[in-house]
């Protein structure tokens, strides 16, 4: 696991800007607080920040081919290394490491481009090919590990980090104005974009090669799209079991101390008890939970720990976020508005104390449909805009739907979640009303006049609508699920996960994620993943022979902390100044009228509006960190 930067010229024989790579790599140490090396020569260079996993003695980076005309760089994990060992070193590729990086650029060598192809794991690497003055900087499929952009006529720079872009004093930091309406919507922004203008995130799954001053991007993996051929529950049983173990297994491989994180839940349930069950030894598994009983899911980790005979471990987390936040929006790089990211890191945190290596659930809501509200209300709703005429949605539901989440007095679930507006709508578009931070007609009276009149080409649906074109024609809930996929979880869970993690220099592994899962899971009927009113009904049928029922079939309960409360008590005094300060009201983004009364409300509990708040707060702090400062001084410190 490391942090990764590079600059390439696209005069060859331009001087390397050292200072500059070295910059570059000090500022992302702590995804790689091990080592830091460099490839550097005239018209290239390459820096690395290590986090000492596999071959700890021999596989520090860059790492290079045989004459050293190939070297690469490496943020992650290849899962699948020894077996693309034996297949490189049987076509003659000679390895002096042990180490997984060592394998990408043989298969480079090998295959070409085209090698990305034949990776099982989470990476995002550079190889530079000095024969041909080619940068090929690669992806994972799902998005684990980042990868940023930025480009001139001079000169092409990646990172794996923003804020290491931002140690160029040439970059400006002018805010993408589409993607803060994006985030106004999302509460995160969605890739290629990214907050500034400029910079680019390298998409999942996709490629890009800079050859002579010239980029192109291109496609490599998509999830398979009407493939279902799996409608027996036993065969699915069976065949889920055998993909799913085999993707834990490879991800136990390791030189240093490995653990889990153990929620109680589903998800992270599955994967260690499929850890215990490939004899790993006792698994060392970490769990968050809060003073607030209504948040605190530590009874059911630990009655799962005592099933599997895990070292488990606890830890309370205290409303501690005044001193955390500034720590919490350096480490995001982009204004994040899901404030799971607090428990999220005090995990990460706890886990590292003992190991350095950590397995986890994520992937399971998305794969394989855990999403009760997003999933199952929406499948009635699907069904009611069947049967409702035209005529009836579009002259008498519609202007009742748009009337109603405007009342005041409605409670937000309610107006969050209303029934009328989404069915009088298309299924992608209410899909996009619900889980939006802030709805279309909430935007319209939150955001300032000037930013709207800038925006006003812009919809921020774009980024669920061209997923949704691609996934066209099928069941609505496999619809659903690509889209969360390249979405919510590419853009929200997965920047979340990394940030928190690499902020620990905590490597975590998610089986879940692995794309031999993801291509199985494909092939599976919906019924088998939504059944009636039992979301993850597949995975819930593998756990039933491994764990009580009631740690099973229990409610479901996010990652979430009791926010609302905090912003009435130990987070009141950052939330003024944060939301209300001459700075925070100068800013033009946002009505300074309409947020004091959005926190004025929330103060006297007319209405929660915490999630908004908190979005509105991070995205003050986040500006303060890197537009009003050089981030390279670290966070916020009063």
């Known amino acids: 696991m490391c942090g990764i930067a590079g600059i390439v010229y696209a005069d060859p024989h331009r001087p390397l800007e050292r200072d500059l790579l070295e910059r570059m790599g000090t500022v992302i140490a702590h995804r790689g607080p091990d080592a830091g090396t460099f490839h550097a020569k005239p018209g290239i260079g390459l820096a690395s920040r290590r986090l000492r996993i596999i071959d700890v003695a021999g596989g520090d980076q860059p790492i290079y081919n045989e004459d050293r005309t190939k070297a690469v760089v490496l943020n992650g994990e290849i899962y699948n290394f020894l077996e693309l060992r034996r297949e490189l070193e049987a076509k003659g590729h000679h390895f002096r490491t042990r180490s997984d990086t060592e394998a990408i650029v043989h298969a480079y060598e090998e295959y070409g481009v085209r090698c990305v192809e034949r990776l099982r794991g989470m990476y995002a690497f550079a190889l530079w090919d000095e024969t041909e003055r080619r940068l090929v900087l690669a992806r994972d499929r799902v998005g684990k590990k980042p990868l940023y952009y930025t480009e001139d006529l001079e000169r092409f720079c990646f990172a794996s980090e923003l804020k290491a872009l931002l140690q160029d004093p040439a970059r400006k930091r002018a805010i993408d104005l589409e993607a803060l309406d994006g985030y106004f919507s999302f509460g995160c922004v969605q890739g290629p974009a990214t907050i500034l203008e400029g910079v680019a995130q390298l998409p999942p799954a996709h490629v890009l090669v800079w050859e002579r001053g010239s980029i192109r991007v291109s496609e490599y993996w998509d999830v398979p799209r009407d493939a279902v051929t799996i409608r027996d529950e036993r065969k699915a049983l069976e065949g889920f079991t055998e993909v799913f173990s085999d993707a834990v297994r490879v991800r136990l491989v390791s030189d240093v101390a490995l653990g889990a994180f153990l929620s109680g839940g589903v998800d992270s349930?599955?994967?260690?008890?499929?850890?215990?069950?490939?004899?790993?030894?006792?698994?060392?598994?970490?769990?968050?939970?809060?003073?607030?009983?209504?948040?605190?899911?530590?009874?059911?980790?630990?009655?799962?720990?005592?099933?599997?005979?895990?070292e488990h471990h606890e830890l309370i987390v205290e409303p501690r976020a005044v001193d955390v936040l500034p720590r919490l929006v350096w480490h995001l790089d982009e204004p994040f508005a899901d404030s799971s990211a607090l428990p999220t890191y005090y995990l990460a945190a706890a886990a590292r104390e003992r190991v350095t290596v950590a397995l986890s659930g994520d992937g399971g809501d998305e794969v394989f449909a855990g999403y009760q509200r997003r999933y199952g209300l929406n499948r009635w709703e699907v069904r009611a805009r069947r049967l409702m005429p035209a005529w009836l949605r579009a002259g008498v539901v519609g202007p009742l739907g748009r009337i109603y989440p405007k009342a005041d007095w409605a409670p937000r679930p309610l107006r969050a979640k209303c029934f009328l507006q989404n069915v009088a709508t298309t299924f992608e578009r209410a899909y996009f009303n619900d889980l939006s931070l802030f709805r279309t007609h909430e935007k319209s009276t939150l955001l300032a006049p000037e930013f709207i009149r800038q925006t006003s080409g812009h919809d921020a649906f774009t980024a669920f609508s061209q997923h949704f074109d691609r996934v066209a024609g099928l069941d609505p809930l496999n619809q659903l699920l690509y889209v969360d996929l390249k979405t919510w979880l590419a853009n929200d869970i997965l920047v979340k996960v990394d940030r928190m993690s690499m902020a620990n220099s905590l490597e975590v592994r998610s089986p879940l994620l692995d794309h031999k899962v993801i291509e199985f899971a494909a092939t599976v009927a919906p019924d088998l993943k939504y059944r009636g009113a039992t979301s993850k009904y597949l995975l819930k049928r593998y756990l039933e022979p491994k764990l009580p029922a009631e740690l099973i079939h229990r409610r479901k309960q996010g990652f979430e902390i009791p926010l609302g409360q905090w912003l009435r008590t130990d987070l009141r005094d950052l939330g003024e100044e944060l939301l209300l300060s001459r700075v925070a009201r100068g800013r033009g983004y946002v009505r300074a009228d309409h947020v004091r009364r959005m926190w004025e409300h929330h103060q006297r509990k007319l209405r929660n509006h915490s999630a908004q708040l908190w979005a509105l707060m991070v995205l003050e702090l986040w500006h303060r960190t890197f537009v009003d400062q050089d981030p390279s001084r670290g966070p916020i410190t009063s």
Do not use: H, I, W
């Open 269 to 310: 349930s599955a994967v260690v008890t499929a850890m215990a069950a490939l004899g790993a030894g006792p698994v060392v598994t970490t769990s968050v939970g809060f003073q607030n009983r209504a948040y605190n899911e530590l009874s059911y980790s630990r009655m799962v720990a005592d099933a599997v005979g895990s």
